[in-house]
């Protein structure tokens, strides 16, 4: 069965400060890896996507890494701002697949 | 405005009742998508369209019907609402099922059943 882990649960951190995000997956064929961030109350919203060439990906302060032979994949948020408190969720899509696993998400809360 | 809807943003309803939660998208994507969102778990889809009259079952779908008369509506109807039905639900669209094609939410729906 495809699955999504997704670790820590939440983490709470100081405003400037940088943290890292771990998503460990056993989806099979791979085809790619998303990154999505979701504000309380609203849908989530892609931040980056990796697929299977790709090690290292950056979006302003967020950097995605992508290790397809460990099936593993970390977001690095750099100097956190207030704005970066959200649930950050991984997508993985299969080969072949409409149906994207997702995992529960990490709750990012960045203190002032 | 452009962009995906969804309506209501929050609804209460009673067991047994019938309910609709619509989904409107401005961009004419092909591909839409019904998921919910509970605690403790990810996002779990319950049906999705490829074009207009076209459906299939997710990982959920029982409890649920959809139809998609037009390319930029999807509605999803609870039949007979129940209490494991109370969660957020979020529509989604994409262009495309290629890799690159990103799928857009919609801002959900609420839904508590009582």
């Known amino acids: 069965k495809n699955q999504v882990e997704q670790s820590p649960q939440s983490l709470i951190i100081l405003e400037g400060k940088n943290c890292t995000l771990q998503c460990n997956y056993t989806v099979s064929p791979f085809s790619n890896l998303r990154w999505y961030k979701q504000d309380t109350g609203r849908g989530p919203v892609s931040l980056t996507i990796m697929t299977f060439s790709e090690n290292t990906k950056s979006n302003g302060r967020y950097t995605a890494t992508l290790d397809a032979d460990t099936k593993q994949s970390s977001l690095h948020i750099t100097a956190s701002q207030l704005s970066d408190s959200a649930s950050y969720i991984c997508?993985?899509?299969?080969?072949?697949?409409?149906?994207?696993?997702f995992g529960r998400g990490t709750s990012l809360i960045v203190h002032p | 405005d452009a962009g995906i809807t969804q309506s209501p943003r929050y609804k209460i309803t009673e067991t047994g009742r019938q309910v609709t939660l619509m989904c409107h998208q401005t961009w004419s994507h092909s591909y839409m998508f019904w998921y919910r969102q509970d605690l403790g778990h990810g996002l779990r889809l319950i049906y999705y369209?490829?074009?207009?009259?076209?459906?299939d079952k997710g990982e959920v779908p029982d409890g649920y019907v959809v139809s998609r008369s037009k390319t930029e509506n999807f509605p999803l109807t609870l039949e007979s609402a129940t209490r494991s039905q109370t969660s957020v639900y979020f529509c989604a669209s994409s262009e495309g099922q290629r890799y690159y094609n990103e799928q857009f939410f919609g801002p959900g729906t609420r839904l508590t059943v009582l």
């Open positions: 997508v993985v899509r299969s080969g072949g697949s409409y149906i994207p696993t």
């Open positions: 369209s490829a074009a207009a009259d076209i459906t």
